[in-house]
């Protein structure tokens, strides 16, 4: 298996003026094609930073992240929107629709910033129909955000993580405003996905959630501390 | 920027827009006003100018008046009373001699003596002016003839005892009948009527320096027969309380016409030196410092009308254009408050791919779209600024009319006014309004591309 993204010794600091708070002290990782993993750990253990440097949000202080062969590390501005146009699809724990769209324009916004600005066309649409039929929500098209349940909205949110098919899809806390039930739904669209092949990378507090993927990596001080599921 | 990807921004921008439909209403606001009052008022200075530009090529772009005037200094002493003498002022005729065979660019003369008389048909009366003058007159004045015909050269050289009535005295004097072969009284001589005028409406004041003119009530005889059958000679002789007094005037006002055609420009430039020629021979005949005349030149009046209403569009533009700027810090404010309102939807497009100048795009394009609608609205209020003007003297005529006078100050005030929509300030307008969508929307929209995109997305 080929590594879709690579860490290598990745630093992160912020500098605060009276103190610099090393939120990444050398992380390095491989993840390998189809990987499906978890990244725990408490608050404060530099999760959110790795997730926000996976998911191109941000550029290290030190070290290289290649993702899909380029290195991230120096990128512009610029760049790093193309990146995370094309290479990231993102899942937020509150869902973050854009209220006043239907279910069916969230899925497009993506497809608004494509490198080159190419029109929509009638197959992109038929495309963005496609997704939303495979995470269960063909009929709910011209629904708005208020009008749905929760995992209604986070099954949006997949779709349109999915639309611009990504190298890795990136998951923050996924199910944590959801209830157990919801939860099980979700995740088990998530393990399809990879089931289909699919890089996923899901930040979770949850033991339930972790457990069903194939790889937890735990946090804690800035460093990975180790993989497995560790109690607690 | 592709057409397509220009369509979606604009759409974009649409639907935030009607997204708040109260909040995107009132912020336009500003801005409607704001065109509606440069349109408005460039209106106004347009339909003003364009009015005084009429009542200017009504007395002739390429005439020279020159007027008797009564000197200040013998008025006071004619003040003393019971004493009878003669007050001689004005110009003479050898003025008019003088003027018209030494000074080559005037091509035409036409003096003017005036009177106020009663004029009798029966029972009929009209308190007249009576107006001697020559055929060219007709012509000079831009009167059109209704029936009948105007002075000739024969009546003049005949001392012919024929009048030609204006629309309104032949309205008075002869309600029923057609006037043209009847006879009139003025001052208990009979004169025949040979023709009557058309409707004509009276000129207004320009500056100060003409009076206005109501042509509708006048009496017009050959120069000649008014000097020798209304008068004494040159003198006219007045019996106030007490006293006599007399005043021996020529000619009240002689029209000196320059060059030949009305509308070349060469002509033109001929007017204002040669008035200057005029001033400086009457001023040798009549002696230094008897300020017994004037000249005024139509050409002069115009140019100051347009000085004039060139400082007016200044002022008046500055005022609008100071609303715009208001309308402008109105749009800026409530787009920094949506700014801050959607921050997270900032975060979220960043998130999902959007560059920087994606979110200032977005923005900026919000912005223009608010203040060119805006500007669109303003113009088409602007357009009907003649309507409403036409609207608010029906209404003043309706309500507010004073019924003692027949008309009212305020009605009086808009019929005045005939505001004309300058074309080239819908352009003008509706490009300004862009522009102050994007000089006001830039500072909002690169505000919003600067928000870092971990910061925006967790902003609450």
């Not at chain 2, 409607?32 to 100018?49: C, D, K, T």
């Amino acid at each position: 298996m080929t590594a879709v993204a690579r860490l290598v010794d990745l630093t992160k600091f912020y500098d605060l003026g009276a103190v610099v708070v090393k939120a990444l002290r050398g992380v390095s990782l491989e993840i390998p094609e189809g990987d499906y993993i978890a990244i725990m750990g408490s608050s404060g253990s530099g999760k959110s930073t790795l997730l926000n440097l996976l998911a191109a949000l941000d550029r290290p202080t030190q070290g290289q992240y290649i993702l899909n062969g380029r290195d991230t590390s120096q990128m512009s501005d610029n760049d790093l929107s193309v990146v995370r146009n094309s290479d990231i699809g993102f899942i937020f724990q509150s869902f973050n629709l854009i209220t006043q769209y239907t279910v069916l324009e969230n899925i497009e916004v993506p497809l608004l910033y494509r490198p080159g600005y190419p029109p929509i066309t009638a197959r992109d649409r038929n495309r963005c129909i496609d997704v939303a039929n495979q995470v269960g929500l063909g009929d709910r098209l011209d629904h708005r955000p208020f009008q749905l349940s929760g995992g209604q909205q986070q099954r949006v949110a997949i779709a349109r993580a999915l639309i611009n098919d990504p190298a890795i899809i990136m998951a923050d806390e996924p199910t944590g405003n959801l209830d157990s039930k919801t939860e099980e739904e979700i995740m088990q669209i998530l393990t399809d996905l990879n089931n289909e092949g699919r890089t996923i990378i899901i930040v979770t507090h949850e033991k339930s959630v972790a457990q069903r993927t194939s790889r937890q990596i735990y946090m804690k001080d800035g460093l990975i501390a180790g993989e497995g599921i560790f109690p607690g | 920027m592709s057409f397509s990807r220009f369509l979606r921004t604009l759409t974009l921008a649409l639907k935030s827009v009607m997204l708040h439909k109260l909040r995107s209403g009132l912020t336009m606001l500003g801005i409607v006003f704001g065109v509606f009052s440069v349109i408005a008022m460039l209106a106004i200075g347009e339909g003003a100018s364009s009015q005084a530009q009429k009542q200017v090529l009504e007395l002739g772009a390429t005439n020279i008046i020159v007027r008797s005037i009564k000197p200040p200094d013998e008025t006071s002493s004619s003040g003393q009373s019971g004493q009878s003498f003669v007050l001689r002022y004005g110009l003479t005729r050898k003025d008019l001699n003088v003027i018209s065979e030494t000074i080559p660019p005037i091509l035409g003369v036409v003096p003017v003596r005036e009177l106020t008389q009663e004029v009798r048909n029966q029972q009929h009366t009209l308190n007249s002016r009576i107006v001697g003058s020559t055929p060219e007159y007709l012509e000079m004045n831009h009167l059109k003839m209704a029936q009948g015909r105007f002075l000739t050269d024969k009546d003049l050289d005949q001392m012919a005892n024929v009048v030609v009535l204006a629309y309104e005295t032949a309205q008075v004097l002869f309600p029923f009948d057609n006037p043209v072969g009847r006879p009139v009284q003025i001052a208990n001589r009979a004169y025949r009527v040979v023709g009557v005028t058309q409707d004509r409406t009276a000129s207004a004041a320009i500056g100060g320096s003409l009076s206005g003119q109501d042509y509708n009530k006048d009496v017009y005889m050959p120069i000649l027969t008014l000097q020798s059958r209304l008068n004494t000679g040159d003198l006219f002789i007045r019996r106030t309380q007490g006293s006599f007094s007399a005043v021996s005037v020529v000619y009240d006002q002689i029209t000196l016409k320059v060059g030949d055609t009305d509308e070349t420009t060469d002509d033109r430039d001929l007017v204002i030196p040669t008035a200057e020629v005029v001033r400086e021979t009457i001023r040798n005949l009549h002696g230094e410092g008897k300020n017994d005349f004037a000249v005024v030149v139509p050409l002069e009046l115009l140019k100051q009308a347009d000085q004039i209403r060139k400082i007016f569009n200044i002022v008046l533009g500055s005022i609008a254009a100071i609303s715009l700027i208001v309308g402008g810090i109105g749009i800026m404010n409530i787009m920094l408050a949506t700014v801050t309102e959607r921050t997270r939807e900032i975060g979220i497009r960043r998130a999902l791919g959007a560059r920087r100048r994606d979110i200032i795009q977005q923005f900026l394009t919000e912005t223009i779209v608010l203040s060119g609608t805006g500007g669109l609205i303003g113009i088409m209020m602007g357009l009907l600024t003649p309507a409403a003007f036409v609207g608010i003297q029906l209404f003043v005529d309706a309500y507010v009319m004073d019924k003692s006078t027949g008309t009212s100050d305020i009605g009086r005030l808009f019929s005045g006014m005939e505001p004309q929509v300058a074309v080239w300030s819908l352009p003008l307008a509706f490009g300004v309004s862009v522009a102050i969508g994007i000089i006001f929307g830039t500072y909002p929209a690169r505000a919003a591309a600067r928000l870092d995109p971990i910061e925006a997305l967790r902003h609450e």
